[in-house]
């Protein structure tokens, strides 16, 4: 059975950084297209970028803007979300996502000064 585990989330000021984890275990780390998505206070879930087996292919969403890079280790079994010129509207929870089939338990991400 697949188990996604989320790390990293926290409370920032406007402008600044934070890099979330989502650790896998279970099976076959390299097998997956692995994707965040996030849900804000009073809004649906959204996707927010993905990552191919390869980890050479990689979506985000327009919202993002270039201001967050995904990447994959799979030594580490773990796929990062780095997060730069964080904004109070991405504030919300952050889950990692199989197929959105697994889900992690999310993780807080607090963006106020």
């Known amino acids: 059975q697949l188990q996604l585990v989320e790390s990293g989330g926290g409370l920032v000021h406007p402008g600044g950084s934070l890099t979330l984890s989502c650790t896998t275990s279970?099976?076959?780390?390299?097998?997956?297209?692995i994707a965040w998505f996030r849900r804000a206070p009073g809004k649906d879930r959204e996707g927010v970028s993905g990552?191919?087996?390869?980890?050479?292919?990689?979506y985000y969403a327009d919202f993002v803007e270039g201001r967050f890079t995904i990447a994959r280790d799979s030594s580490k079994n773990t796929v990062y979300l780095h997060m730069n010129s964080l904004k109070p509207e991405d504030t919300a929870v952050y889950y990692c996502?199989?197929?959105?089939?697994?889900w992690g338990q999310g993780i807080q991400v607090t963006v106020s000064s």
């Open positions: 996502t199989i197929g959105q089939i697994y």
């Open positions: 279970g099976r076959s780390f390299d097998d997956y297209t």
């Open positions: 990552i191919d087996t390869s980890g050479r292919s990689t």
